[in-house]
């Protein structure tokens, strides 16, 4: 099965899923070791089972590996509530896919876009797409490195660098976010 993880709806509702079902850093440490064979340290530095869980989905998007990550949950909790709603979220019934294309009309008719419009916003789509993933890269790296240093003064250094970059990997996710809309509406 094959999930359309651009659409950040369904991202958000599988990371809220994930906490759900994970409510500590611990549980999820578990999971991804059992799930993965990955160590959640090596992923992600986070400070808060919300930073966590988003930095997990992140580094399973960019490695390709966000339905392995999906999948892995569905085994692990098959009758969890969050399930049944997130598949809905994913797999909408006939009855919402026909709002959601008459919506979509709607939208057609007041604020199509031209090819070259259409082109533009995908080409800044792709160009946001690079850089969220440069700098998710990015972050590892700071955040290995904090893990190791053991010099006070590096140590807040890169701490305050990794605050740096997660703030603009929030700004970047928003833009994606704003241009997806823009792309969908077209």
Not at 12 to 22: D, I, T, V
Not at 122 to 142: G, I, M, N, P
Not at 156 to 162: C, N, R, S, Y
Request: hydrophobic share 35%.
């Amino acid at each position: 099965m094959t999930i359309n993880w651009e659409d950040n709806t369904k991202r958000k509702a599988f990371r809220k899923a994930l906490q759900e079902a994970y409510p500590s850093a611990a549980e999820l440490k578990i999971f991804v070791d059992e799930a993965l064979n990955e160590s959640l340290a090596a992923i992600t530095g986070g400070s808060n089972l919300q930073q966590i869980t988003f930095d997990l989905l992140e580094w399973a998007r960019a490695h390709g590996r966000l339905d392995e990550v999906y999948q892995a949950f569905k085994n692990q909790n098959p009758n969890h509530p969050v399930i049944k709603e997130l598949e809905q979220q994913i797999f909408p019934t006939p009855e919402s896919d026909q709002k959601v294309v008459h919506q979509g009309d709607q939208r057609a008719a007041s604020s199509s876009l031209t090819a070259s419009q259409r082109h533009r916003y995908q080409q800044r789509y792709d160009t946001l797409q690079s850089e969220v993933t440069l700098r998710f890269e990015k972050l590892s790296y700071l955040r290995n490195g904090l893990a190791i240093e053991v010099s006070p003064a590096i140590k807040f250094q890169l701490q305050k660098q990794v605050e740096e970059e997660e703030k603009q990997l929030e700004m970047l996710e928003t833009k994606l976010v704003e241009v997806e809309k823009l792309l969908q509406s077209g």
